[in-house]
């Protein structure tokens, strides 16, 4: 498994982290979601590599911006 974190701007709740984990997981091969919302980190675990543009597309769809892989 492999695991990248990313630098999320514009979550500031639950919600926020609820929609950006709900896109997220849509994503064939991620395995795991966890979103911090205070520090605006949002790590993805994967079975299988997941792109870095894949990610950054599910989190605009929920409406934010990925903003670094870190």
Do not use: F
């Amino acid at each position: 498994m492999t695991e990248q974190t990313y630098a999320v701007e514009g979550m500031t709740c639950a919600h926020c982290a609820g929609a950006v984990s709900r896109e997220v997981r849509r994503i064939e091969g991620v395995s795991d979601v966890r979103v911090d919302v205070a520090a605006g980190t949002l790590t993805v675990g994967a079975t299988t590599p997941v792109s870095d543009d894949a990610i950054a597309a599910a989190v605009d769809e929920a409406g934010y911006t990925v903003v670094t892989a870190r």
